[in-house]
Structure formats: C-alpha cells, structure tokens
C-alpha cells in the first residue's frame, strides 16, 4: 500500500483481524449455530459485528500519533491470542491474564513453538510490518475529526441494525451463549485486560484484613506435631490409580496407609487463583483476587498462633500466599541440588532435617510442586520414570495421539507418587518422637485433548470436569491424634479446597473465630 488515510487503515486492520485472527471464534459458533439456510446470516452477521466493533475501538484511539503503535500492538496480540485459542482451546479472561503476568520465563518457555513463531510472523510482524511502512495521510484537523465521527456513527449504526434486524438470535447468543464472546479476538482479552489492570490499580490502597488475631494453639500433650503440606500441580483425580484408573500411576502411595479423597474439587482452574483460595478463609463462591490478596491467609493465621511456617517453591512462586512467612525458591540450582534438564521436586526435602531441628517449635512446611505442569509433561520427570510409551515429546499437543499425552501426563503422575512416598518416608523419621502428618492436594486439574481442549484455565462454569476434579490424599503418622477410620468412611463425600482453612487450623488445635468446624474434613 503507497499511501492510506486513516479510515482506510481502520478499516482493513480490522477486516484482517476478523479473518484471519477469529477462526477459534468462528469455529466455536458453527458448534452452536451449524452452518445452514437458516443460520448463514446470523453468522455472517456476526462477523461484521466485531469488524464494527473493533473499527469503533480502533476509532477511539485514532489520534495522529498513536494509532499506528496501538494498531501493530493489537495484531501482535491477536496473533499470539489466535494461536493459543486454536492449539489449545483456551480463551484470555481476567483469571488467564492473572496466570500469564505470573507466569515465569521458563514456564513461558515451555510453550514456544515453530508453529507459534508462524502464527506471530505471518498474523503479526509481517502485518505490522506492512502498517509501519506505510505512509498516513493526514488532512486538516477538522477534516480528520469529522472523518473519525462519522466512521464511529456509521459503524455504531451498523451494529445497531445488526442488533435490531437479528434480535431473535442474539437473544439467544448473548443470554445462553456467552462463552461464545469470550473467543472474540482480540476484543475479549482487552477488556479483560484493562478490566484486570484496573482491578490492580484499584485494589493498591486497600488496607489488609488481619483475620485470626485471636488464634492460639491448644496442646494436648507434649508431642510435637510436624506436618508437610504438599501443593500439587495439574493433577486430575481420574488419573490416580488410587481412583481405578488402570494404569498403575500410585504403586508406592498403594501401599501407604493413606486416606483418598476421590471426591476433591478445586476452587479454581488456574494456579493464579487456586492456590490463593485454597488457604483463605473464603470459599470458592466468595472468592475474588482482590479479597484473597488482602486477607490474612491460613498461614497467616497458624503462624500467629505460634506454628513455625516453611514455604518451599518448585513452580512459579506462592501467588501472594507466602508473602508473610519463610519463603524458599527451590526453582534453580543454587538452593535445590537434584536438577537435570529442570529441577526436581525431591529436592525440596534436602536440609529439611536441619530446619526441623532448628526449632521445637509445631511446624507446617508446604512443598509447592511443578509436577504436571503443561503442556511439555515429558520434562516434568526423569527418564527413568518413563514407564508409559509412547510419549508426546512436544508442546504441540493436537500433534500427538491421545495415548502420547496421556503417556506423558501418566509418568508425571508416577513422579508424584514417587515424591509422595519419600515425603511419607521423610516423615517416618519422626513417628517416635513427633506427631506428623502429610496433606497432598492439587490446585486443579488438566485437559487432555477432550473435546479438542487443553491444558486448563477455562472460566470455572464453563470448564470442563477434568481441570476442576483433583487429586487429594492424607496420610497420619503413627501418633497423630485423629480417628482415622472415620476419617477413611467419610472421605468418599464431595470435599472442596473451601475445607483446606478450617482442616489445617484443626491439624494444629487451633482455636480462633475463624475456624469453623463444619468445614474441618478432620471435625467431622
């Protein structure tokens, strides 16, 4: 293009990102709206829907000097949107953005790809490209006002009659299809991007809820009660032998004395929201970021009480659970000494006798693990624990067979177990002298490639079972003061992370006002 007026970039940047960066939207209508005499034009209707929409926010900002960076930033984003909608079936909403921004590199690495790199190239920089070089035509500015508010009320207008001509279907789109919107690119993910952004800004000047100032440890003996909390990761309850799956992904936790909870369900699907909810006090209908990150925690509230709190972290960070207690990054080589292409979860247990042996104090130590953290479940273990072949070895999961992934997935798993069973071991080193105990509860689950989806991170009401349904076990050592087979008849019940708060208070006979019994799995 020799030259463009500003109109004209408008509209064909827009043309552009409707079709070619809004297949994954596309696709999902046709699921809904097949393709027939009597839906064509609704659909077709919905296209130039968004082009309008983006033409109108793409108006909004047409000033002379930024429109050009906006324009090569939203095919940039869209780019990288479209690709991970189409690879993975997953869409950009507040709790995905909350994922990303606290993701780290190395997990960023885990999802790069050549055919990512296309997708940026060909939708993105080749595009941008082509809009840098190209020479804008600027007029008057009254020429150029006039021009801009009569492209807002022609397109305006145009939605409207859209609106008015199809109400009938859009009805029904907005009111029993509004996971359909969520695939508008890039439109969706901006929204929830600034609506994410200002969330962030809002939220700086609120105070901190101190809960659980009144908490105070009651002792029943001298024992001393050390107990290990272990954080899993992607860890879907229909993947554990322990619940009849028929690959064998539990052999040594099979032979433990521990209690499943097959019942267990998370609080979130992404680790940005789950593992801040599982140890507030709110359970998952109340909770919201902004509640979760200015409330005392449950570590908080024991280490108030007294107990001695130790946070090691194998995946990206506490996510603000930890903020307040002793924090170990076990992620590189300089505190964690089993690393090979990436850092085990076993070594969190190195030194851990020395820190027990530091202090008499009662301590909670929780071991945050990257166990099947996706989509490159082949690094998430050592070679020897490949015992399910074949294996998917790359993030290209739609490249690889459901029984790859699922290989894959299975030997991480196996790790787990592996890590499980040394935990237990650890432990037992203690019987005699202490009370101990180890909780193992995922922060959610994990899509295989069911129904064309990956990974995790759909909207809760909209996930599907598999990212919602954990995996969860306690095991007590020999002394520790519980009924466990009460424990064992009610743990077949439907449990949620909403039962972690009042189940760790109750571990350590913390009385405070908010403890609630109820919600204790333990009290029950």
Same mark, same amino acid.
Request: proline letters at 3%.
């Given at each position: 293009?020799k ?11 827009s043309?552009?990102?409707v ?18 005499l ?5 659909i ?6 968004l ?6 926010l ?10 050009k ?14 690709y991970?909608?189409?690879?993975y079936?997953?869409v ?13 590199i ?28 190209t020479?804008?035509?600027?007029r ?7 021009s ?21 279907f859009?009805?029904?789109f ?23 952004s ?24 001298n024992?001393?009660?050390?107990v290990i909390?272990?954080?899993g990761?992607?860890?879907r ?9 028929? /690959? $064998? ?5 099979? @032979?433990?004395?521990? &209690?499943?909870?097959? #019942? *267990?369900?998370?609080? +979130? ?6 593992v ?33 709190i130790l ?41 851990? /006798? $020395? ?5 008499? @104090?009662?301590?909670? &130590?929780?071991?945050? #693990? *990257?166990?099947?953290? +996706? ?7 050592p ?29 991480a ?9 040394h ?19 995922a922060?959610?689950g ?10 995790h ?12 349904h954990?995996g ?9 003061p519980?009924?466990?087979e009460?424990i064992?008849?009610?743990s077949?019940q439907?449990?949620s992370?909403?039962n ?5 208070l109750g571990?350590?006979n ?12 333990l009290?029950?």
């Amino acid at each position: 293009m020799k030259t463009a007026t500003i109109t004209v970039l408008i509209i064909l940047t827009s043309i552009f990102i409707v079709l070619f960066d809004n297949f994954s939207f596309f696709q999902h209508v046709l699921e809904v709206y097949p393709f027939n005499l009597a839906n064509s034009a609704f659909i077709l209707s919905l296209g130039v829907l968004l082009y309008a929409l983006i033409v109108i926010l793409l108006t909004l900002v047409s000033s002379r000097y930024i429109l050009k960076p906006i324009i090569i930033i939203s095919l940039i984003l869209a780019a990288f949107i479209a690709y991970f909608m189409q690879s993975y079936n997953i869409v950009i909403d507040k709790t995905m953005i909350a994922n990303i921004l606290q993701t780290d590199i190395n997990e960023s690495g885990d999802l790069i790809s050549f055919k990512l790199l296309i997708y940026v190239v060909f939708l993105g920089l080749l595009p941008s490209y082509i809009v840098y070089k190209t020479p804008l035509i600027y007029r008057s500015f009254k020429t150029e006002l006039f021009s801009r508010i009569k492209l807002f009320i022609i397109h305006l207008l145009l939605i409207l009659v859209i609106l008015f001509s199809f109400s009938k279907f859009y009805a029904s789109f907005f009111r029993e299809h509004r996971i359909l919107r969520l695939y508008t690119n890039p439109v969706t993910a901006v929204y929830n991007l600034v609506s994410y952004s200002y969330g962030q800004f809002k939220d700086k000047n609120i105070p901190m809820k101190k809960i659980g100032l009144d908490a105070r440890e009651i002792k029943k003996d001298n024992k001393r009660k050390i107990v290990i909390m272990v954080v899993g990761e992607a860890a879907r309850s229909d993947h554990f032998s322990l619940n009849g799956y028929k /690959k $064998k992904t539990n052999p040594l936790l099979e @032979k433990e004395q521990i &209690i499943n909870f097959p #019942q *267990m369900y998370s609080c +979130g699907t992404a680790t940005a929201i789950s593992v801040p909810c599982m140890f507030s006090m709110y359970n998952r209908v109340d909770y919201d970021s902004s509640k979760g990150h200015h409330t005392y925690s449950v570590l908080d509230v024991l280490s108030h009480a007294g107990i001695q709190i130790l946070w090691r972290d194998n995946n990206s960070d506490s996510k603000g659970v930890a903020l307040r207690v002793s924090h170990e990054n076990y992620k590189s080589p300089k505190l964690n000494t089993v690393c090979d292409t990436e850092c085990r979860d076993i070594g969190m247990l190195k030194g851990l /006798k $020395k820190v027990i042996s530091k202090s008499n @104090k009662d301590i909670l &130590i929780v071991l945050h #693990q *990257m166990g099947n953290h +996706g989509p490159e479940y082949f690094k998430r273990y050592p070679k020897r624990f490949e015992k399910f072949t074949p294996v998917c070895k790359t993030n290209q999961l739609e490249e690889c067979t459901k029984e790859e992934i699922n290989n894959a997935y299975d030997n991480a798993l196996l790790y787990t177990d592996y890590f499980l069973a040394h935990v237990i071991d650890f432990l037992k080193t203690y019987d005699k002298t202490a009370q101990t105990a180890m909780i193992y509860m995922a922060d959610h689950g994990e899509s295989l490639g069911e129904n064309g989806i990956y990974l995790h991170g759909l909207p809760y009401f909209i996930a599907p079972e598999a990212q919602k349904h954990i995996g969860s076990i306690i095991w007590f050592g020999e002394n520790f003061p519980t009924d466990r087979e009460k424990i064992k008849k009610l743990s077949k019940q439907k449990y949620s992370q909403d039962n972690l708060f009042s189940t760790l208070l109750g571990v350590f006979n913390v009385q405070t006002k908010v403890y609630k019994k109820k919600m204790d799995i333990l009290a029950q």
